[in-house]
């Protein structure tokens, strides 16, 4: 049991005794105690501005105590790194966030309306051009830039390369964005805190000299660069933000990028990009640089590829693509090793004349890889798998030491959490579930929920299925899903909001995101109980609310908002319908949408780690249970919570 000092009460709570109080707290929620022990109004204030920013909350709430219980996952980050790194969180956050706010129509384009790199190469110019001093492979691409990085990355660790990644976003701290060092762990508190310290001055005075433009993805891009240059890396694999052109990671010249990857291109971020997948094709290739050599992802449509090579071919860059007839991949079967997924894969390169430089074809010549265990699950990672081992023969053709064995070493250690991952069954019981499978991945395009249904199939053909999603009001939310309802139709859909960077301006209601589902299955043929919006509720007897209607018709697909209901409520409420409709038949729940919504599930299960240590009563369950609880212990903590916040 941890125990925790008694925590002040204000003058208007003089009836209370501040001892009895902290007490009786100590006994039932000690992890809320906990959040609530006595600290710097300064680390308060860190909290509050979590609370009110990605919480969305505005006034003192029944609310309140569960969001610490079961809560968006930026508090886990405060709770974490706050204590050190609260000034460089507050600085990052006085920057303009376009992550959060949604990028300006045409800004991710090489033109006028493009973003400026003029003030991230003065920003880098005043750290002394840190990013000149390392060699880097830079990556770009629609989907699945992110997982070709780690295993790209992971495969020059495993040769015994130091090596920096740079990736975006994150899941539960920023610190994630940054793996350093041969062990690919996220960056340390000490070194993020000691650089920002260190090189504050001349941020202050970038940011007052480009009149307070430099962006938070500039300014903490040029710390990256920075933290590289400091701990003197071997190489950086950096993963592009938004397109390639204008994006303020492309200051890498020829000299130090060993090579370029485009993993896929695809309609996302469309008005940023230009309108069309032409013009997103000409942004990504603009990574592109003299002489180095490009490496293409996924299929690609003739005319787009036809872009990237024209744009290769300028530059004199050789080109290999991931799709070429010499390369090879399949799955051979899926299985587990106690209770961790994997996919057994094959893996064949045999490029003869696939490659315009002949003394690159040479070095490509062959490689066999028969028997490689992929923790990263689906069809589209294992094609990012084949596309990061095509960059780590380019380098090997450039003169990097890197053996065969590394390269099936560092696939098969490769493993994002969120990206098709299953929770093990401890994992799900500190969720409140038990007796289901649950699965949570970022997917939030139609490309995507296409490789999410391969996963689903790969654990639960033709079982009973429940879908939780969440998305941002810029994505293609008919297209995903009809995805999702063509490929395994589920049994249950539930439509609930999430916060995007802090903040509720990016997503998109769960009522129309409802209506964009009705549409998409109506246009499909296949039938829809729509049990409407439900703003406030009980899960305790939960379906007995639709009873009547759900008895009518079990082969319906049941759909439903909660815009106001936490992830975990959620899920608790699809396990409840999965079981009402089809009894004690293993089911499957499946988390998806955005990153941002699976990072609120993967907090929620280190928060249920965290009670099982504090040895306490409370489980898990709903915002509704958790309020009763509250409030019978003591209706007046709320507000006193709510005044330590402020």
């Not at 007490?23 to 909290?47: A, E, V």
């Amino acid at each position: 049991m941890i125990r925790v000092p008694s925590v002040p009460i204000p003058a208007s709570f003089g009836s209370l005794r501040s001892g009895s109080l902290a007490d009786h707290y100590n006994s039932q929620i000690p992890t809320c105690l906990y959040c609530l022990r006595q600290q710097s109004r300064k680390r308060m204030l860190g909290y509050r501005r979590f609370l009110t920013s990605f919480c969305n909350i505005r006034n003192g709430s029944r609310k309140l105590l569960p969001l610490l219980i079961f809560s968006q996952h930026r508090l886990n980050s405060t709770l974490i790194e706050d204590a050190k790194l609260h000034d460089f969180l507050d600085y990052l956050e006085q920057l303009k966030n376009y992550e959060r706010i949604g990028v300006p129509k045409d800004a991710g384009t090489d033109s006028d309306d493009g973003f400026d790199l003029g003030r991230m190469r003065r920003l880098l110019q005043r750290l002394g051009n840190p990013h000149s001093r390392f060699k880097a492979v830079h990556v770009a691409g629609t989907k699945g830039k992110g997982s070709t990085a780690a295993f790209l990355s992971n495969i020059l660790r495993e040769e015994g390369y130091l090596v920096g990644c740079y990736t975006s976003p994150h899941l539960l701290t920023i610190r994630e964005r940054i793996s350093l060092g041969r062990s690919g762990g996220p960056v340390s508190v000490e070194l993020l805190r000691n650089l920002f310290y260190h090189i504050k001055g001349s941020l202050d005075l970038s940011i007052e000299m480009e009149g307070g433009a430099l962006t938070h993805f500039e300014v903490f891009t040029a710390l990256v660069f920075a933290l590289f240059s400091q701990q003197g890396i071997d190489v950086a694999v950096i993963e592009a933000g938004l397109g390639g052109a204008r994006d303020a990671t492309n200051v890498l010249c020829s000299t130090g990028l060993a090579a370029s990857v485009i993993t896929s291109i695809g309609e996302e971020h469309l008005s940023a990009l230009g309108g069309s997948l032409e013009s997103i094709a000409m942004a990504k290739s603009g990574i592109i640089k003299p002489g180095r050599p490009v490496v293409i992802g996924d299929p690609l449509q003739p005319h787009i590829e036809h872009i990237i090579r024209s744009k290769a071919s300028s530059l004199n860059s050789p080109v290999l693509s991931a799709c070429d007839a010499g390369i090879k991949s399949i799955t051979r079967f899926f299985g587990r090793e106690e209770e961790t997924p994997y996919q057994c894969c094959e893996i064949h390169i045999n490029i003869k004349e696939d490659i315009p430089l002949i003394s690159l074809a040479l070095t490509l010549q062959f490689l066999d890889l028969p028997d490689v265990k992929l923790r990263m699950l689906g069809k589209h990672q294992l094609q990012n798998a084949v596309t990061a081992t095509c960059a780590a023969l380019c380098l090997r053709n450039e003169g990097w030491r890197i053996s065969d064995v590394s390269i099936q070493a560092g696939l098969e250690k490769t493993f994002l959490p969120g990206r098709g991952q299953y929770l093990t069954k401890k994992e799900a019981e500190t969720l409140g579930l038990s007796g289901v499978s649950i699965v949570v991945d970022g997917a939030h395009t139609e490309a995507s929920a296409k490789g999410l249904i391969e996963i689903i199939k790969m654990e639960n053909p033709d079982g009973p299925l429940a879908l939780v999603v969440s998305m941002a009001s810029d994505k293609d939310h008919m297209a995903f899903a009809m995805q999702l309802l063509t490929g395994r139709m589920p049994n249950v859909v539930i439509l609930t909001e999430t916060s995007i960077a802090g903040s509720r301006f990016r997503t998109v209601s769960a009522s129309n995101l409802k209506d964009v589902w009705f549409r998409a299955a109506t246009n499909l043929g296949i039938s829809v109980l729509d049990l409407g919006t439900i703003n406030q509720w009980n899960t305790d007897g939960f379906p007995n609310l639709f009873s009547g209607q759900m008895n009518n018709n079990h082969s319906q697909v049941l759909l439903i908002a909660l815009p106001n209901a936490l992830v975990g409520d959620s899920m608790q409420i699809a396990d409840d319908l999965l079981r009402y409709r089809t009894g004690q038949k293993p089911h499957l729940i499946a988390v998806t949408g955005s990153l941002h919504i699976v990072s609120s599930v993967l907090f929620g299960m280190a928060l249920g780690l965290l009670f099982k240590l504090c040895d306490s009563q409370i489980i898990l369950t709903s915002t509704y249970e958790m309020c009763k609880k509250i409030v019978a212990i003591n209706r007046l903590i709320i507000d006193l919570v709510w005044h330590l916040f402020i």
